[in-house]
């Protein structure tokens, strides 16, 4: 069964502090995405990366960056944590290829973060 | 700037009786997708409607697509508590190969 695992389901961080979020696939999959995800809100798109060492800005970027150094492990980071950054962020995979307009996205569990 | 609406925001009912959740644009959309996302886990792809009118059947969940390929909408029969969860449509912008727009969402909850 395909599986993307993100690597904490909860995170309590403080003010100022850098955070990492780490993502990883194993169903070979060229796109790989961050979202947050905030109610009444949708899911909003931070980055997301079709390639290795490749990424590309979503609506909402500031205060984030990622690193894409192998296919399958894609890696949110928040520089320097606020509490607006408080949040669910979801990571997706997907196929590049073919009718790419209706890849699905995979999506893993999610993880909560808190920043206090 | 393309958007999809989704409504109602929120419908809770009881279990056995039918309802409908609707996800609407003003802009063209080559597809659309919907996912339901149960607490604590992440969306997960039901359907994807391609074709104007296209309808699409999941067990007792019916997917249309409007014929403009502005809309659609989820026709739920005979609900269950496990059809609780949240529903969200997505679809691909026109210049974009690989992001999804997606609707904020209908929570869905199903009373025993």
């Known amino acids: 069964d395909v599986k993307v695992t993100q690597s904490s389901r909860y995170l309590v961080k403080r003010t100022g502090e850098k955070v990492f979020l780490e993502c990883v696939q194993d169903?070979?999959?060229?796109?790989m995405f961050w979202y947050r995800q905030d109610p009444g809100l949708g899911l909003r798109l931070i980055y997301f990366s079709y390639d290795v060492k490749m990424k590309e800005k979503g609506d909402i970027p500031e205060g984030y960056s990622v690193s894409r150094e192998k296919k399958e492990r894609f890696s949110l980071i928040l520089e320097s944590a606020s509490t607006n950054q408080t949040s669910m962020y979801l990571c997706a995979s997907s196929l590049l290829g073919g009718d790419i307009f209706n890849q699905p996205q995979h999506f893993g569990d999610g993880t909560r973060l808190s920043i206090l | 700037t393309q958007l999809l609406e989704q409504s109602p925001q929120f419908l809770s009912i009881q279990e056995g009786e039918n309802l409908t959740v609707y996800c609407n644009s003003s802009?063209?959309?080559?597809?659309l997708q919907w996912y339901r996302q149960e607490p604590g886990e992440g969306p997960v792809l039901l359907v994807t409607?391609?074709?104007g009118g296209e309808v699409k059947k999941l067990k007792r969940l019916t997917f249309q697509f409007g014929d403009a390929r502005k809309d659609s909408s989820l026709h739920i029969t005979a609900a269950q508590p496990g059809d609780t969860g949240l529903y969200l449509c997505?679809?691909?912008?026109?210049?974009?190969?690989?992001?999804?727009?997606w609707g904020a969402g209908t929570k869905l909850i199903i009373k025993p």
């Open positions: 997505a679809g691909p912008p026109g210049v974009s190969n690989y992001q999804l727009i």
């Open positions: 169903m070979d999959h060229e796109n």
């Open positions: 802009s063209v959309f080559s597809s």
């Open positions: 409607v391609v074709t």
